[in-house]
């Protein structure tokens, strides 16, 4: 673009802009005209403005800046065009989620400049504008550099004003896996709010792998209403929109919601278009509604292999129907007009390994709850009311725990070849819940980290003030398995009533040498075995056999007071010979107390 300007070391636009110059400056006569072409170059580094090739030549000497950016086509653009500035708004529905100011002109900051030196450069009288300003073309080298450089350029028109620099969105920079990693630990409505950061991030939350729709307002009305909710119009929305397969996904909902049948549609779309591994519904009551009725073959869509339901009413089991590709099956808070409706749910999961129940009949039954599958590892039940036994079958179980019953010691049953059931469940002819655990020495556990989960989450009820009593089958030469039995005792908060110990045979095992044992103390006399709060009232040990290992453990136990009425040594079972050397360790065992000790170590 061509055109006339005037030159006094720096280029003026027009004669007006002169004359103003001059009655400023008193620079009357010094002016000459040039016909350099007028542009609009803007440093990349600091984003001044150069209206000419000279111009912008002098600041690089200053500077030693030489990249810059012809604007010129952007000047000519009529100002007129810009758009008003847009509303904020809401992003509660996925709909309003468009780009936001993210996208606007790059915004200017000022540069971080090192602050000790910042303020030693105040302290000798520099303006802070000055002396950011240098400190930043310097390159922050030092208190000499930055002196140095306000010496050459203090004759610089802007030498006195802060510098500016591009304000760089490094988090937008980052590839979509990074992203989708940082939205995973936003809610779902807080990763959908981020669609307004820019375009760059507008579709980023219709990848994540997991959707947690948040626990409703609860409907204070109690009048039935088959109108949409609104709520199930914005769950529908966000499902729609949201690209790709889940790996899980949460839907808490009232039970005012969902009545046209959308819930079945979402389920639908969950399993059969989304390939949903985890699925969760969970069903708050907020007086109203009906029950909810599942149709058939709700649940058996190969890609489903986990489902947790809370608070329905069965009244048949055909939504279970064909559902050999569940894994794991939570039931809380459900209720079914007869026991059998469970043991035909049940035999309609072949394949299931972990097994959660806090279940109810809605009529008295007399029959028990049947739980066969030779795949379950893991069952936890809590059987409430109108259940008239249960019998529990699996060749592969190692963890059982019994909650609450409705049925005595005669109607109860166990078939597995690794987890003890003792008798101590029932004592003193009332019921006590109990763990029966065979610790798993594998180095990864699925089974050992749901039961954790399941246990600390708070699923069924605080194990600190229900789960009285413990059963354990352990090798005490597994880190392992010492470690799992550390974290499982660390979750009570109060006393145990009854903890029984079945030491493994670790013959045939390797045997692990340990730098530490898990047991032992530390350099502090700390206790570090499981803790220093843990007490049980009672420990029952059937095969304790006086091993160095087995001796060891028990020291620590009885040193630190963890046990506190009596400790109970089965050798009746033992040949005579074994009986003797047990009965000597015994003795030893006894040799640890202290004269205050009221502990009573018994052989029986």
């Not at 090192?114 to 303020?119: A, T």
Request: charge should be negative; proline fraction near 3%.
């Amino acid at each position: 673009m061509g055109g006339v300007s005037f030159n006094f070391g720096e280029l003026l636009k027009s004669v007006e802009e002169a004359q103003e110059h001059a009655e400023i400056t008193s620079h009357h006569s010094n002016f000459a005209e040039s016909t350099e072409a007028v542009l609009n170059l803007v440093c990349t580094t600091c984003c001044k403005p150069c209206r000419s090739r000279t111009e912008s030549e002098l600041h690089t000497k200053r500077t030693g800046h030489t990249e810059f950016v012809d604007k010129i086509m952007e000047t000519v653009k009529s100002t007129s065009l810009e758009a008003a500035p847009k509303p904020a708004m809401e992003i509660d529905n996925p709909d309003d989620c468009s780009s936001g100011s993210g996208d606007s002109a790059e915004e200017m900051v000022v540069p971080e400049v090192d602050k000790n030196i910042l303020e030693e450069l105040e302290a000798m009288g520099f303006p802070k504008a000055r002396a950011t300003r240098a400190l930043h073309y310097s390159g922050n080298a030092s208190l000499e550099a930055a002196v140095n450089w306000m010496v050459e350029h203090e004759n610089d028109p802007d030498v006195d004003e802060l510098p500016k620099v591009k304000s760089v969105d490094w988090i937008s920079k980052l590839s979509n896996d990074v992203l989708l990693m940082i939205l995973s630990r936003l809610s779902t409505k807080e990763a959908i709010r981020t669609s307004v950061l820019s375009t760059r991030w507008e579709h980023v939350w219709k990848h994540v792998s997991h959707l947690d729709f948040d626990k409703p307002e609860i409907n204070s009305s109690t009048e039935f209403c088959e109108e949409p909710n609104p709520d199930d119009t914005l769950i529908t929305k966000v499902i729609i929109k949201h690209l790709g397969q889940l790996e899980s996904c949460v839907l808490n909902y009232s039970s005012s919601q969902g009545r046209t049948g959308i819930l079945n549609i979402w389920i639908q779309i969950f399993t059969s278009v989304k390939h949903t591994r985890v699925l969760t519904l969970n069903r708050h009551y907020d007086g109203c509604g009906k029950v909810f009725e599942f149709p058939s073959d709700s649940f058996s869509h190969p890609s489903l292999m986990s489902l947790s339901l809370s608070s329905y009413m069965f009244t048949s089991s055909d939504p279970f129907r064909n559902c050999s590709n569940l894994r794991t099956l939570k039931l809380v808070l459900i209720e079914a007009t007869n026991v059998e409706v469970f043991n035909t749910l049940l035999s309609s999961c072949p394949s299931l390994e972990v097994l959660v129940l806090n279940i109810r009949c809605f009529y008295e039954t007399r029959g028990p709850l049947k739980i066969e599958n030779s795949k379950l590892k893991l069952v936890h039940v809590l059987l409430k009311r109108n259940i008239g036994g249960l019998e529990v079958s699996s060749t592969s179980l190692d963890i059982l725990v019994v909650e609450d019953t409705s049925f005595g010691k005669k109607d109860f049953f166990l078939s597995s070849p690794k987890v003890q059931f003792t008798n101590n469940f029932w004592v003193a002819g009332r019921f006590a819940p109990q763990i029966s655990y065979y610790i798993s020495k594998e180095e990864k556990s699925i089974v050992h980290e749901e039961f954790m989960n399941n246990i600390s989450g708070g699923l069924c009820e605080s194990i600190g003030d229900v789960l009285k009593s413990m059963s354990v089958s352990i090798d005490l030469m597994n880190r392992t398995e010492v470690e799992r039995l550390r974290q499982v005792l660390r979750l009570w908060i109060c006393e145990m009533l009854v903890l029984e110990i079945i030491f493994k045979d670790n013959k045939n095992a390797p045997n692990e040498s340990w730098e530490k044992k898990l047991w032992e103390e530390d350099n502090n006399n700390n206790v570090v075995f499981p803790n220093a709060k843990f007490r049980v009232k009672a420990l029952w040990m059937p095969n304790f056999s006086g091993s160095e290992e087995e001796f060891a453990f028990v020291s620590c136990l009885i040193k630190h007071g963890t046990v506190v009425d009596k400790m109970m040594i089965k050798t009746s079972a033992f040949a005579a010979s074994k009986k003797l050397e047990i009965e000597a360790a015994v003795d030893k065992l006894r040799a640890l107390q202290t004269e205050e000790d009221q502990l009573l170590i018994k052989c029986f």
